[in-house]
């Protein structure tokens, strides 16, 4: 028998999940939290082979109750089962340590196979999220700490709207100079120009 967390917001999902789940042989749920804080302390007292999650949610959102889930249990198989499959969003799942990610559109047996697999430590995705996934190995995300101090303080002058020009003047350095640092750094972010850079900035900034 296959065991269950279901962690979604709206009473309608969970009561619907549940019914087409418990409407199988082999599966059964022993738990529905309606936030993150709850999935947290349900998967603490059941230990389910498959936590379903929803993202959005209050009080704890799915990508951070993943992340406990995991981080106190690293056996545990966790599912994203949201309504999202932009790419920020998968990536923050994964990162947080689900194994799949499946979209509410999802056919009721699509999901049921996707049940099963996560127990066996398969990693079921929809096709939408398989894309973003897809996405995520060709542009792989960069960390802050793969640009130097120096491109650092370039690039946070860019962000700014410093042109090379100024930023040359405020670093007192040459404009070549400034022009050497940014094909260094559009080539580390994968990026062409200094928009796409600023912009990288500003994400960094806000996470």
């Given amino acids: 028998m296959i065991t269950v967390l279901i962690a979604d917001d709206h009473p309608m999902m969970r ?4 019914q087409l789940l418990e409407s199988t042989d082999d599966l059964r749920v022993v738990a529905a939290a309606a936030d993150g804080a709850q999935a947290v302390a349900l998967d603490k007292e059941h230990h ?4 379903m999650m929803d993202i959005s949610m209050p009080v704890l959102d799915g ?15 966790v599912v994203m089962l949201t309504s999202f499959a932009e ?20 056919d009721p047996d699509e999901l049921l196979r996707a049940v099963r697999a996560a127990a066996l430590g398969e990693a079921p995705f929809s096709a939408r999220a398989a894309q973003a996934l897809l996405n995520r190995r060709r542009n792989p995300v960069v960390s802050a700490d793969a640009l130097t101090a120096r ?16 930023i040359a003047r405020q ?23 200094r928009t ?9 900034n806000r996470s």
């Fill in 87 to 106: 790419q920020d969003q998968v990536n923050a799942a994964l990162d947080a340590g689900a194994i799949g990610y499946l979209l509410k559109d999802a």
């Fill in 63 to 77: 990508v951070e109750a993943t992340r406990q889930i995991v981080s106190a249990r690293p056996e545990a198989h």
């Fill in 48 to 51: 389910p082979d498959v936590v």
């Fill in 196 to 204: 796409q850079a600023a912009l990288w900035a500003d994400r960094q």
């Fill in 171 to 193: 670093l007192n350095i040459s404009e070549k100079t400034v022009k050497a640092h940014l094909t260094s750094i559009f080539t580390t972010l994968g990026v062409t120009d």
């Fill in 151 to 166: 491109e650092s303080e370039v690039l946070a002058l860019v962000a700014e709207g410093l042109a090379n020009k100024q």
């Fill in 15 to 18: 009561s619907g999940l549940t």
